[in-house]
């Protein structure tokens, strides 16, 4: 890799503890690029991962092409990850992994993303989630619709597997794409009116 | 402000330098950013600034709500800063703000940011640059269709302010929302098929 500034990159613990902190739980969202990557090269949809949101407090700015950031903290995202158009149609989802295997906690999304969901749905666009149980390898769709309904009807912190089961879309891990969640709603015609 | 881990912010040279860095040229940007929210604010279209991309390659991690990036550069952004949903049509677009009073450079844009564009239009979404001409205190909206209209009939390394004049919609700076560039697209009913 290059670094501006002729910056040599060291072997460092720092840096070592970046990796670790980098590659916890980063599965999904590894496969999921590369899902959007085969997407785009095949040109069926044009859906990418926004940039993780970084507050900067500290740079070293010698030049225009040589700034350096010195000190920054991961910031709160105010929006969802993943974004896009597919046939025309605005989509927006969040993606998350959970070691539990009976239900995923609630707390592991923000509320102003569910918030978000919601408003993308409201203005036409196609809203959802997809969970990773990793202990049972299993990865499911739920559109915002359905988590709307499930947080009207009950007080739980966590969405249990049944639900994703009866009210969500099993997405089946395949070698290209990985994670073909474009063919959920292509089974679906677009909308979530009807189960497959 | 509040940092993690109880770190005190410091005055210091590269925080000046940061202010300093981050303050040139990003008056439209912070403008845009005002007028997204005031979108989101009335409900009439949710749209967000993409985070800045960030390559990091030092972190220092002590627990899971305790990191401090300790290394990091800007990225080149793969793809525009805006994008979102208005009317159930994917939007997408790139603002850039020039000193020239007579062309706006094209090396402003990376040429894949421009194919990103192109991809956005063929897929059924709204693509456009919002370019200001600060010393002209001029905005121009130009959508994709006419980029590439402009590209293929000619070599120069510039669009010329009077191409924005014969093909592109000046937006009118108002109170609020500052940078109204949605009636553009109202006005023309969506698409730019026509002109006012």
Redesign the interface.
């Known amino acids: 890799m290059n670094?501006?500034g002729g910056i040599k990159?060291?072997q460092?613990t720092?840096?070592k503890?970046?990796v670790?902190?980098?590659n916890r739980g980063m599965k999904l969202e590894d496969d999921l690029n590369i899902t959007n990557k085969y997407y785009?090269d095949i040109?069926k949809?044009?859906i990418?991962k926004?940039?993780?949101?970084?507050k900067?407090?500290?740079?070293?700015?010698l030049s225009r092409s040589n700034?350096?950031?010195?000190?920054?903290?991961?910031?709160t995202?105010?929006?969802t990850d993943y974004?896009?158009?597919?046939?025309?149609?605005?989509i927006?989802f969040e993606a998350k992994e959970t070691t539990s295997k009976t239900a995923f906690p609630l707390s592991n999304i923000h509320l102003h993303q569910l918030k978000?969901l919601e408003?993308?749905e409201?203005?036409?666009?196609i809203a959802f989630i997809i969970v990773k149980f990793t202990h049972l390898n299993k990865i499911f769709l739920l559109f915002e619709k359905d988590i709307k309904l499930f947080l009207e009807n009950t007080d739980r912190k966590s969405i249990p597997i049944s639900y994703f089961e009866s009210n969500g879309y099993l997405i089946k891990e395949k070698f290209n794409p990985r994670i073909d969640y474009l063919e959920i709603l292509d089974n679906i015609g677009g909308n979530n009116e009807e189960k497959n």
Chains 1, 2 share one sequence.
């Open positions: 670094y501006p990159k060291r460092n720092f840096e503890s970046f670790d902190y980098a785009r040109d949809a044009i990418y926004k940039p993780t949101p970084i900067i407090t500290k740079v070293n700015y700034v350096t950031i010195k000190e920054a903290f991961f910031d995202p105010s929006t974004n896009g158009i597919y046939k025309g149609k605005y927006d978000h408003s993308i409201k203005h036409g666009g």
